[in-house]
């Protein structure tokens, strides 16, 4: 059974930076691809990045330049680096692979 674990949100001022961890078990990651995802308040799901098993990345037109994602195979975790912060990035972040999804992690950016 799969399970996520996301980790590293919190309250940064606008410009500031995060980065987001997104921990797996029951699972080898290295053979899948992972998303991330955010959902503000009030707003639908949306898309963020996601990086292939041979670690292609893509990212949404909202987040590209600012954001990036990574993975670690070795500790099964993988990241979302956040940098330029803007209030418009205060969501709700999750992680998933093969249709499993964490509990998330809340970033607000405001000063």
């Known amino acids: 059974q799969v399970h996520l674990v996301e980790s590293g949100g919190g309250l940064v001022q606008p410009g500031g930076s995060l980065r987001l961890s997104c921990a797996a078990s029951?699972?080898?990651?290295?053979?899948?691809?992972i998303g991330w995802y955010r959902q503000a308040t009030g707003k639908a799901r949306e898309w963020v990045a996601q990086?292939?098993?041979?670690?292609?990345?893509s990212y949404a037109d909202s987040v590209k330049g600012r954001f990036t994602i990574s993975r670690d195979n070795t500790k099964n975790t993988a990241y979302l680096q956040m940098n330029s912060l803007q209030p418009e990035d205060t969501a709700v972040y999750y992680c998933?692979?093969?249709?499993?999804w964490g509990q998330g992690t809340q970033v607000t950016v405001s000063s």
């Open positions: 029951g699972i080898a990651v290295r053979h899948y691809g």
């Open positions: 990086i292939s098993s041979s670690e292609l990345t």
């Open positions: 998933t692979v093969l249709a499993s």
